[in-house]
Every structure is written in C-alpha cells, then in structure tokens.
C-alpha cells in the first residue's frame, strides 16, 4: 500500500503506457483477434505515429458474430480504420476528474491520452478508481477511525489525545455536519491497535462513530 500521494495526480501518472496498437490498414478480423488474444478491450490505431483513433472491443462483436448477416461477415477483411469510434481524447497533464467528467459525457470505458497527435498512453475508468484510491489511502499500518467532535476546542483535544497515546495520525477530514452537530472527523491513524486510543477519547467523552 502506497503512502499518499503530495500532489493530486495527473493521467501521466494513471495511464497506461504498454499498449497494444495496430496501424489503420489492419483489417477488422485481424484486429479483434489481437483483442481477443491479449486480453485488452480496447485497441489504439496509429498511422506513422500518429493517433487515429481507437476500437473497442464490445463495438466489434457484432461484425464478428457467428450469426452476423454474411454482408456484415464480409467486413472481417476490412481496414479497422472504417470502425473507428468516437473517443474524446485526453492530454497526460489533466486531472483525473476533467477525465473522469469527458468519459461519463462520452459514455466510454476509456480514453486515450494524446500529446502533440502522439498516442502516448490509455487510461481507463479502473485506472481512475486505482488513482483515486492510492491517492486517498495512507501507508500501512493504517486504521480508519471516525469520531464526532461537538466543536473546535475538542477537536484540539482529539489531537492531544493521539499525542499523548503516541498514536501516529496519518491522515485527516473534517466535514461540518449539518444542524450544528459539530464536526465529522475522519483520521487515518499508523496503528491497528487502538484499544489505548479509544480509552483516552471515551475518558474525555469522544466516541467513535465507528472504529
């Protein structure tokens, strides 16, 4: 498990690099059988380096189905540049939201990541969510603990209980709750064994909302 991140990540740092790609004269069947064969869902088309565009693999089933119409059966030998879908393309220095927000729009599974008209990676909707976690998930050990704080002086006291329980406090969210509740606090704490921490916040009258 990986410490978080110190700056929020760009797809140069979610993407991926070792791509399976054909040139736009490949002809369809051959294409999806290196689909089939490498396991990946999407393939990449480039012309002297440059990017072309990109199939899916769920797109081509139906041009290869058994029972596909013989006028349809008659493009296996077409170029796989006829297929091309529509996918938007990203750039490796964006965020992985302004990512994320492109390929819901474009309801696609994935995009490629294009710098000046060169494939330089893919990224898919997985890469994001594994960003994502690795980005929020402290380094292990680690426990979650969620404890609600009626205001910022007990918060002070949250903190001085990991002080002197010698607790090391890795990560930490505060959310204002709504009718002035107080304050959600989410830590992140380097231990697993909380009992010594979990009877200093009950002597001070902190309980956890969930350990």
Request: proline letters at 10%; glycine letters at 8%.
């Amino acid at each position: 498990m990986r410490a978080p991140s110190a700056r929020t990540p760009v797809l140069r740092d979610l993407m991926r690099t070792d791509l399976v790609v054909v040139g736009p004269q490949v002809p369809l069947g051959q294409a999806h059988r290196l689909l089939v064969q490498t396991g990946v869902r999407y393939l990449p088309v480039v012309d002297g380096g440059r990017y072309r565009g990109m199939v899916g693999e769920r797109y081509l089933r139906p041009f290869l189905a058994p029972w596909a119409p013989a006028s349809v059966q008659a493009q296996w030998e077409a170029p796989v540049a006829r297929f091309l879908q529509e996918f938007p393309k990203a750039h490796p220095e964006e965020s992985p939201e302004e990512a994320a927000f492109r390929m819901e729009a474009a309801r696609v599974g994935a995009l490629p990541v294009v710098e000046e008209e060169v494939l330089v990676g893919l990224v898919t909707a997985f890469d994001l969510l594994r960003g994502l976690l690795d980005h929020l998930r402290p380094g292990a050990p680690a426990s979650p603990l969620e404890v609600l704080v009626p205001d910022l002086p007990r918060l002070r006291a949250l903190l001085e209980a990991l002080e002197a329980t010698r607790t090391p406090l890795l990560g930490l969210h505060l959310f204002r709750e709504a009718g002035g509740l107080g304050f959600r606090t989410l830590l992140y704490v380097g231990a697993l064994d909380l009992r010594s921490l979990l009877a200093h916040l009950e002597a001070l009258g902190l309980r956890p909302i969930r350990p």
